[in-house]
């Protein structure tokens, strides 16, 4: 069974950091945290910046590599 998880559950707040497209400006904000490093888990943790001890979605790190590489490439355009 899958359980909604607290960010703050998932890394300790210094794990986290604000993507390098969210500029702050309209208030759309992602933090992301390397799971393998604070707590051995081969993840990526996603959180909204504005909840910062809200749920948080993890995905597998290459899952995440594959969405990041799609974006980069055009494939997948995060302003449509």
């Known amino acids: 069974m899958n359980r909604i998880r607290k ?15 969210s500029s702050g400006a309209e208030g759309n904000c992602v933090e992301a945290a390397d799971l393998e490093a604070v707590a051995n888990v081969a993840a990526v943790g996603v959180r909204d910046s504005k909840d910062k001890t809200g749920p948080a979605l993890h995905f597998p790190k290459t899952s995440w590599s594959t969405f990041v590489t799609r974006v980069r490439e055009g494939v997948l355009d995060p302003r449509a």
Request: glycine share 0%; charged share 25%; net charge neutral.
């Open 7 to 21: 960010s703050t559950d998932l890394a300790p707040e210094k794990a986290w950091f604000k993507s390098s497209y």
